[in-house]
C-alpha cells in the first residue's frame, strides 16, 4: 500500500491579490538571513522576506516561479502563508522594465553622493535583480522541461 503523499497548504498573496492557494510538495523564498526550504512537517517559524525569488513545487511536480518584493513568511502546521507588498508570477515580469530599473540604480549608485539616494537605489537593484534572476530561472526550467 502506498504511503499517503504529505503536502504544504500555501496561500500567497500581496496588497491587491490572492496570488496562490493550494497545496504543494515545498516552497523555497528568500528569507531575511538566507533562503529557506520549507517541506510538510516543518517547524512552526515567522520570517521576514527580502527582495527575491519564490519557488514552489505543486502536486504534479512542477515548479512556480515567483518575484516577491519583500514581506512575511509564516509556517503553522504544514501551512504556509505569504504576505507581500508586491508579488509577480514569473509571466507578470516585464524584463525591459526590469533592466532599465537595473540601469537606473546602478547609474544612481555611481554618481549620487547622498546616502538616502544611495540606499534607495541599492533596494531597487535588488528588485530588479530579483525580477530578471525569476525570468532567467522560470526560461531555464521551461527549456530542461521541454528538452532537446
Known amino acids: 500500500m502506498d504511503s499517503p ?3 504544504l497548504q500555501i496561500e500567497i498573496a500581496d496588497i ?5 492557494s493550494g497545496e ?6 528568500p528569507a531575511a ?16 522576506l527580502r527582495p527575491g525569488e519564490i519557488r514552489l513545487q505543486d502536486l ?6 515567483y518575484f516577491v518584493s519583500g ?14 507588498d508586491e508579488i509577480l508570477r514569473s509571466g507578470e515580469i516585464d524584463s525591459e522594465r526590469a ?14 553622493h547622498f546616502r538616502r539616494e544611495r540606499d534607495l537605489a541599492k533596494v531597487d ?10 525570468l532567467q530561472h522560470a526560461e531555464i526550467y521551461r527549456l530542461k522541461k521541454s528538452g532537446p
Not at 24 to 29: P, T, Y
Not at 33 to 48: D, F, N, Q, Y
Not at 99 to 112: C, G, I, K, T
Request: proline residues 3%.
Open 60 to 65: 504534479s511536480g512542477e515548479d512556480r516561479f
Open 24 to 29: 504543494c510538495l515545498k516552497i523555497v523564498a
Open 99 to 112: 533592466y532599465e530599473a537595473r540601469e537606473q540604480a546602478e547609474q544612481v549608485l555611481r554618481e549620487s
Open 125 to 134: 537593484l535588488a528588485k530588479a535583480l530579483a525580477q530578471l534572476r525569476v
Open 5 to 7: 503523499v504529505l503536502t
Open 16 to 20: 491587491g491579490r490572492l496570488i496562490y
Open 71 to 84: 514581506g512575511y513568511l509564516e509556517v503553522k502546521d504544514s501551512a504556509v502563508t505569504v504576505l507581500a
Open 33 to 48: 538571513k538566507g533562503e529557506v526550504c520549507i517541506l510538510p512537517r516543518h517547524a512552526p517559524m515567522l520570517t521576514s
